[in-house]
């Protein structure tokens, strides 16, 4: 083989391997700022021999290692898109990996709360940083749980929304 073409052939691997992506490796997407919601709901029925309540919680995680993030606001608003609870007087800062919930709870809202025909409430998030970091995982969960007698309930369901981005800070 002639020394030119090792050379080459060396140069050729080289530059196969560099161009590669190495296994698993991927470039994560990082933001500086959301605008996020999350669909969630609240029940509550009145039967004759039986309660049935769910309560729902939101849930927000600060996926980064490294950094921490602020919170600018979190707010709950009825299917009408009105205001009904702002949980933040001031920003927030959550540092790495940590994680905050916020409960809807029936006193707090005003009667009915919910749309009649799907009982969709809905939580919008807002966070900033100063540096693209990745975002946090943002979602609500609900538990519905009907009271047979005094000392017995059933969970009837549980179930789970995942936030989605609808406006991205630059």
Known sequence: MKKSSLIFSVVLIML????????????VPTSKGQTILVSAGYH????????????????????DPN?????TS???????????????????????????TFNANGSELSWPPYDRETGRLMFV??????RGV???????????????????????AALSMEGKVIEERK
């Open 125 to 130: 998030v807002k966070w900033q940083s100063n």
């Open 67 to 71: 950094n921490g993030i602020t919170l």
């Open 44 to 63: 509550e029925y009145f039967y004759p021999s039986t309660y049935q309540y769910s309560i729902t919680k939101l849930c927000i995680r600060n996926s």
């Open 16 to 27: 196969f391997f560099a161009a590669a992506p190495s296994s698993g490796q991927q470039a």
């Open 134 to 156: 990745l975002a946090p995982l943002v979602g609500a969960g609900q538990l519905y749980i009907r009271l047979v007698d005094s000392s017995n309930f059933e969970i009837l």
């Open 74 to 100: 979190v707010a709950l608003h009825d299917f009408d898109g009105n205001l009904v609870k702002e949980y933040l007087t001031t920003s927030e800062i959550m540092a790495p990996w940590t994680s905050r």
